[in-house]
């Protein structure tokens, strides 16, 4: 669900209420597009179950996983705790270098690295998920964990490790 002001101008809450209860009775995992949503952080992610993804972790908004200080907000702790995944996803505004910076000298890394890549953003700042692999790599995270995060990590993450055919 993407709860952006432009996309769900009305009652978001409702919204993500609704989808995660769609989401639940369907048992499929609910992907919450965060940017600029006029709720805050804590109501956002009490409204996921483990296994939820929120994506565009690295977002420069009110609605994004550091406090006012710079940190990474406790509920943002908790919410990993309790199953909650990050995923990168790198989009046109929804990587900020200096959030990601401060998430990552905290120790914040996201489980999954994707990409937001479409019509608007190939010929940049995304261009591609390699591309943004070595953004993650110029940012201190190591060669092997990249690959587990943009491979592995999602396909154990979704329970899909059964359905992955290995090359003959």
Not at 58 to 85: M, N, T
Request: charged share 15%; glycine share 8%; net charge negative.
């Amino acid at each position: 669900i993407r709860l952006t002001p432009s996309v769900c101008p009305d009652n978001p809450l409702g919204a993500l209420q609704t989808a995660s209860r769609w989401a639940k009775d369907l048992h499929l995992p609910l992907e919450v597009h965060p940017n600029f949503a006029p709720i805050s952080t804590e109501a956002l992610l009490s409204c996921l179950k483990p296994g939820d993804i929120y994506t565009h972790t690295y977002h420069p908004s009110p609605v994004g996983i550091l406090d006012e200080k710079g940190a990474v907000k406790d509920c943002v702790w908790r919410a990993r705790e309790q199953g909650i995944f990050f995923d990168l996803a790198h989009g046109v505004s929804s990587l900020s270098f200096p959030v990601m910076e401060q998430a990552f000298a905290q120790g914040f890394y996201p489980d999954f690295i994707s990409t937001d890549l479409h019509n608007g953003n190939f010929c940049g700042p995304v261009y591609s998920l390699a591309h943004t692999m070595t953004k993650c790599l110029a940012f201190g995270l190591s060669l092997p964990q990249i690959i587990h995060r943009v491979t592995a990590a999602p396909v154990h993450g979704f329970g899909l490790k059964d359905k992955v055919v290995a090359p003959s």
